[in-house]
C-alpha cells in the first residue's frame, strides 16, 4: 500500500489527541466529496494498525437532483471496499442548509444506535474550521463561535461526533484523492454562490490567500484551535463561579419544576467581566428556549453593580431578574 504523508499525520492526530483507541466501531458519515473521500482512504489504510471495524453513512437530503445517483455512487464505493453501508433518505426534499443539517445528525445518529456504533466521523477539514470562523466572525458570536468546529463533541448519550482532519486543508484533501483516483462526486450546489458559505469559501478566502496570507485558511484554523482551549477553560472557570455565586441560594420553588435561582452580587462583584458575562449566558440558557443574546446577557450582567430594586425587562417567556440586596433574583 502506498503510505503518504497524510497517513502518518492522521495516524499521529488520532493517537495523540485520542480520538479512537484500538478496536473500536466507527461510522463514517460519507457524502462522496473530496473531504470524506479522502477521510474514509485513510481511514481504511489505518484500518489494520488499529483493529478497527468500519462502516459508511450516506444521508440522501433528495435536495439535488442527483441526489439519488450520488447515494448509489457511494453505496458502490462501499461494495468495492467490502464495508458495511447504511443509507438514510429523507421523506421528502430538504431545502435548507441548517435544516439539512439537522435531519443529517439525526439520521447518522440513528444508524450509529441502530448498528452499535460509539463513533460518527466526519470529514471536515482546516478550511472548513476556517469558513466557520469567518462566517461566526460576522455574525457578532464571540470566542465561542470562533473556536468554529472542535476535535471531539457528544451528539447524544453514547455517541461522540469526532472530525481528525481538522489539521487538513481541502487542497490537500483534493490532492491526495487525485493520487488516490478516488472517483469525487461533485455537488452542483457547492457552486452556489446564493449560500453564504458558499460566497466565503469561493471569493473571501481566496480574496485573503491572495492579498493577505498564502496560508489563511491554516492561520484561521489555528486560531480556533487556539480559542478552543480558552473557551473551555473559560465555560469551567464561569461554571465554578455560578455555582458558588448560587451557593445558598438555591431554594425550590413549589410552583415550578425549575429551582427558583438567585445569584449572590457579592461573589459576582469579585469576578473578571469576562466571567460574569459566562456565568450570566450560563443561567440565561438554562431558563430561555432560544440562544440569549448579547443584550439580554450584558442586561443581566448590569445588575451585578446596579442598585438596589433595579431590574431587567421580561426575557422570552416572561422571566425578569430583580436587585434584593446582596442578590440578583430570577421571577
Ligand atoms: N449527505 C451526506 N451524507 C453523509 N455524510 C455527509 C453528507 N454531507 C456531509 N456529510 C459529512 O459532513 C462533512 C461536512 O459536510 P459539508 O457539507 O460541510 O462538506 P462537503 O462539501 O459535503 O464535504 P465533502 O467534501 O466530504 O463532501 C462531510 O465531510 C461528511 O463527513
Redesign the pocket.
Known amino acids: 500500500m502506498l503510505w503518504m504523508p497524510l497517513h502518518a499525520k492522521i495516524h499521529r492526530t488520532i493517537r495523540s489527541r485520542h480520538l479512537f483507541e484500538r478496536n473500536q466501531r466507527l461510522l ?12 474514509i482512504k485513510l481511514l481504511l489504510d489505518l484500518q489494520s494498525k488499529w483493529g478497527w471495524y468500519l462502516g459508511i ?5 433528495r435536495w439535488r437532483s442527483d ?1 439519488e445517483a ?2 448509489h455512487h ?1 453505496e458502490n464505493l462501499a461494495k468495492t471496499w467490502g464495508i458495511s453501508f447504511y443509507l ?1 433518505t429523507a421523506n421528502e426534499p430538504i431545502n435548507s442548509e441548517a435544516t ?2 439537522d435531519w ?1 445528525y439525526q ?2 445518529c440513528a444508524i450509529a444506535q441502530a448498528n452499535n456504533y460509539q463513533y460518527i ?5 482546516a478550511s ?1 474550521r476556517a469558513e466557520t470562523l469567518l462566517y461566526n466572525l460576522i455574525r457578532g458570536t464571540g470566542a465561542d463561535g470562533l473556536q468554529a468546529l472542535t476535535w471531539q463533541r457528544s451528539l447524544t448519550t453514547g455517541i461522540m461526533l469526532v ?1 481528525p ?1 481538522l489539521e487538513i486543508t ?1 487542497s490537500q ?1 483534493e490532492q491526495f484523492c487525485q493520487e488516490f483516483k478516488l472517483p ?2 461533485e ?1 452542483s450546489t ?1 457552486q452556489d454562490l446564493q449560500y453564504s ?1 458558499n460566497r466565503i469559501r469561493q471569493e473571501w478566502i481566496p480574496y485573503l490567500r491572495e492579498n493577505f496570507n498564502p496560508q489563511v485558511e491554516s492561520a484561521l484554523a489555528q486560531t480556533a484551535e487556539l480559542l478552543q482551549a480558552e473557551v473551555e477553560y473559560l465555560e469551567k472557570a464561569a461554571q465554578q463561579l455560578r455555582e458558588e455565586a448560587m451557593n445558598m441560594g438555591h431554594k425550590e420553588d413549589s410552583l415550578s419544576s425549575l429551582p427558583s435561582l438567585r445569584l449572590n452580587r457579592r461573589v459576582l462583584q469579585k469576578a473578571p467581566l469576562a466571567l460574569q458575562r459566562r456565568v450570566m449566558r450560563q443561567v440565561l440558557q438554562q431558563r430561555l428556549t432560544d440562544a440569549p443574546s448579547f443584550e439580554h446577557i450584558e442586561k443581566l450582567t448590569a445588575l451585578i453593580i446596579a442598585p438596589n430594586r433595579s431590574q431587567t425587562d421580561p426575557f422570552p417567556g416572561g422571566v425578569i431578574a430583580q436587585v434584593e440586596g446582596d442578590w440578583i433574583c430570577f421571577k
Do not use: F, K, P
Open positions: 463514517i458519515a460519507v457524502s462522496g466529496g473530496q473531504d470524506s473521500l479522502c477521510l453513512a450516506h444521508c440522501d437530503h441526489s450520488n447515494a457511494v438514510e439539512a443539517r443529517r439520521a447518522l466521523v466526519t470529514g471536515h477539514t472548513d472530525r482532519l481541502r484533501t469525487i462526486w455537488d457547492n458559505r
